[in-house]
C-alpha cells in the first residue's frame, strides 16, 4: 500500500510496524499489562452510535474553535507523546511544523528528542509543554521557566504516572533509548539518557527520577512558578474533577496514559460524561486515548469535550511519512470530522448537542422505560 493509496488514519500503524525497528515499534504501541484498556480504549468508541438529524443546511461547516483562549482550526490536537525521533530523524520538529500548518496546538513531551528552544525554532506555533514533576525541584522550575521563555502556551501536567506502568513488551526487549539520541531538555542536567536494564530503561528512569510524592500541594505549588494555565491530565473521576478546579486547574485532559498506566481503568470516552458532568462547565474537559476517526471526535465534542488529543497516530504517521505523513493524518481527521458533522446535521461545533448521541447507557435508560 502505497503512501497515496492511505485512506485512513489506522492504516498508518501497519506500515509503521513494517518500518520501525521491533523495539520502537513495541513501546509506541503497547498498553499495560494484559492490554484490556488499549483495546477498550478504541472498542468504547465502537459502541456509541449516532442520532443524525435530517434536512439541515450544512452547505458550509465550520470546525474552528478557541481553546484557553487560543484560536484553531479544529477541536483536534496533538498529544504529548516520547522519543519522537526513534519514529523519524526529524522528529518533534516535524511534528511541530504539521501541527502549526494545520492551524492546531502541538503538546511537547518533557522526554522529547528535541528541546523545548529547538521546537520554539520552528517557527510559530501554539504549543503546550507535558511535564513530568522529577524530585529535584529545581529542575521542574528550571524546565518550565525554559518552555515559558519558548512560547509554550500551557503546561500538561501528567498526574497518573508516580511509577512507570508494567508495559511487558519494553521489558522483554530491555526498551532503552537507543544511544544517538537523548532527552533533549534533560541533556544539560545530564538526565538525558538511560542505562540497559534487565528490565525496562524507561521504568527504571522513572523510579530513579520521578516524583511518587506528588500530591495536590503539587499542582497549587506550580502556579507559584509559572503564569501559564495549567491542564491536569489523567483526571477519570468525578472525585478528582472537582479537586482538579478547587487546586486552580485551567482544564483537565481525561486520559489513561494511551492505556500504558494502569490496565483494567475504562476507556476515557467512558470517563467522559462523568468527569463533564462534575465540571460544570468551570473548566474545559479534554480528552485523548484512542481517537482514530472523526466520528470519535464528533462523539466525544457530544459527551462534553471541549476538545481531543491524539498520540499513536502522530508517531505512526511520522514514521511512515516524515512531516508530510502527520500533515495528511491530521487532514484526514479534518476531513472525517467535518463529514460526520454534515451527516449529523451540524453546521458548527456549538450545534453538536448530547442528543446527537447513543450510548450504553441511554440504551439502558430507553430498555427501563
Known amino acids: 500500500m502505497g503512501m497515496e493509496m492511505i485512506t485512513n488514519v489506522s492504516e498508518y500503524e501497519k506500515l509503521a510496524k513494517e518500518k520501525l525497528p521491533k523495539m520502537v515499534y513495541d513501546y ?48 483536534i490536537m496533538i498529544a504529548p507523546t516520547a522519543m519522537q525521533k526513534m519514529a523519524h530523524p526529524e522528529g518533534e520538529f516535524a511534528t511541530a511544523r504539521a501541527a502549526a500548518s494545520a492551524g492546531t496546538i502541538m503538546t511537547l513531551s518533557s522526554w522529547a528528542t528535541s528541546s523545548v528552544e529547538e521546537v520554539n ?20 522550575r528550571q524546565l518550565v521557566k525554559r518552555a515559558e521563555m519558548a512560547g509554550f ?3 500538561a ?21 537507543p544511544p544517538h539520541l ?3 531538555n534533560f541533556e544539560a542536567l545530564d538526565l538525558g539518557t538511560m542505562d540497559k536494564t534487565d528490565d525496562s530503561g524507561l521504568a527504571a528512569y522513572v523510579a530513579g527520577q520521578v516524583d511518587q510524592s506528588l500530591c495536590w500541594e503539587d499542582v497549587k505549588w506550580l502556579q507559584t512558578i509559572t ?5 491536569v491530565k489523567g483526571v477519570m473521576t468525578a472525585e478528582d474533577t472537582r479537586l482538579s478546579i478547587e487546586n486552580g486547574a485551567a482544564g483537565i485532559i481525561v486520559s489513561n496514559h494511551g492505556a500504558r498506566q494502569l490496565d483494567y481503568v475504562p476507556a476515557t470516552i467512558s470517563c467522559l460524561e462523568e468527569v463533564v458532568r462534575e465540571a460544570k462547565g468551570r473548566l474545559p474537559v479534554f480528552l485523548d486515548g484512542g481517537v482514530r476517526r472523526g466520528t470519535d471526535v464528533f462523539k466525544a465534542l457530544a459527551l462534553g469535550a471541549a476538545g481531543v488529543f491524539i498520540g499513536r497516530p502522530v508517531l505512526y504517521s511520522l514514521a511512515v511519512d516524515g512531516e508530510a505523513g502527520v500533515r495528511k493524518m491530521l487532514q484526514m481527521m479534518r476531513d472525517e470530522l467535518e463529514l460526520a458533522m454534515a451527516l449529523s446535521g451540524c453546521a458548527s461545533l456549538r450545534d453538536i448537542t448530547r442528543a446527537h448521541v447513543l450510548t450504553d447507557g441511554d440504551r439502558i435508560r430507553r430498555a427501563r422505560l
Request: no cysteine; proline share 5%.
Open 28 to 75: 509506541y504501541a503497547s498498553g499495560a499489562e494484559d492490554q484490556w484498556t488499549l483495546r477498550e480504549n478504541r472498542e468504547a468508541f465502537a459502541r456509541i452510535l449516532f442520532r443524525p438529524r435530517i434536512l439541515i443546511d450544512v452547505s458550509s461547516i465550520n470546525m474552528a474553535t478557541n481553546i484557553l483562549g487560543f484560536d484553531v482550526s479544529m477541536p
Open 121 to 140: 525554532s520552528v517557527g510559530p506555533g501554539i504549543r503546550f509543554f507535558q511535564l513530568y514533576v522529577y524530585k529535584d525541584r529545581n529542575i521542574v
Open 153 to 155: 502556551k500551557a503546561i
Open 157 to 177: 501536567l501528567t498526574v497518573d504516572t508516580p511509577r512507570l506502568g508494567r508495559r511487558e513488551a519494553d521489558i522483554k526487549n530491555r526498551f532503552v533509548l
Open 182 to 184: 537523548v532527552l533533549k
Open 227 to 231: 503564569s501559564l494555565p495549567i491542564l
